[in-house]
């Protein structure tokens, strides 16, 4: 997983754009959503955008869920706060 320093609001760009810290979380699930190795990770940069009040990835963290077993969800459940603490 991916460790990120906070120094401000705005992390990370794309197409020159500053993005917020929660769209780029979002943007990560998006990326590992479609990798069945992913869901773990999918789910917890979901749930942690989702928490940032990110539009849309509460769906998609719901939609991971319904793919995964209790276990993974139990996993990025506990990826998210862990997630939290060091960040």
Request: aromatic fraction near 8%; hydrophobic fraction near 50%; glycine fraction near 8%.
């Amino acid at each position: 997983m991916a460790r990120f320093e906070l120094h401000d609001a705005n992390f990370g760009t794309a197409m020159g754009e500053s993005l917020s810290l929660g769209d780029t979380l979002f943007a990560m699930g998006l990326r590992l959503a479609g990798d069945a190795a992913q869901v773990v990770s999918a789910h917890m940069y979901f749930n942690l955008a989702d928490r940032m009040g990110v539009e849309g990835a509460a769906f998609h963290r719901q939609d991971m869920t319904a793919q995964m077993t209790k276990a993974q969800v139990s996993r990025a459940q506990r990826a998210a706060r862990e997630w939290l603490a060091r960040n």
